[in-house]
């Protein structure tokens, strides 16, 4: 079981996401206002608490959604799961189809200490069904045999 941390967006790409606390996921989209929504794989991203905390203990503090994750998630170690898997939040399902990504222009983050964690512990997932998350919310893996049931 996971607890939602942060819900992050950005209404524009290229700029940092910021933490909303609470947001609708639209079903094949992501997230409502979030400008990397659309109909294709990487609709949401997920990445783990305890892995930035890890990466603040290098002295770097940073803020919720500065590796561009949408949700800041506490109790998984994402990039150990596999595509397929997937989620429930309240009414909201969604199922995992990417593990980590190639960072093609490095983050504001990589370019100060030279080093970013979403392209290796980030995951991303696709919006099965809709509804609304917000922060301290659970999150849980749903067994296969389930998840089609809404």
């Given at each position: 079981m996971g607890k939602i941390m942060a819900v992050c967006i950005s209404e524009k790409r290229g700029t940092q996401k910021k933490n909303i606390e609470k947001v609708r996921l639209i079903e094949n989209f992501g997230l409502e206002g979030d400008a990397h929504g659309g109909n294709w794989h990487r609709q949401v991203s997920l990445l783990s608490y305890e892995k930035v905390r890890a990466f603040e203990e290098k002295g770097i503090s940073v803020e919720d959604g500065a590796f561009g994750e949408n949700l800041l998630v506490e109790g998984f170690d994402?990039?150990?799961?596999?595509?397929?898997?997937r989620f429930r939040c309240g009414e909201v399902l969604l199922e995992m189809t990417q593990?980590?990504?190639?960072c093609h222009s490095h983050c504001e983050i990589y370019q100060a200490v030279g080093d970013c964690i979403m392209p290796r512990e980030g995951v991303f997932a696709r919006v099965l069904h809709g509804g609304m998350i917000q922060i301290g919310d659970e999150l849980e893996i749903v067994p296969s045999s389930d998840s089609d049931s809404k």
């Open positions: 994402f990039k150990t799961l596999p595509v397929g898997t593990i980590g990504k190639e």
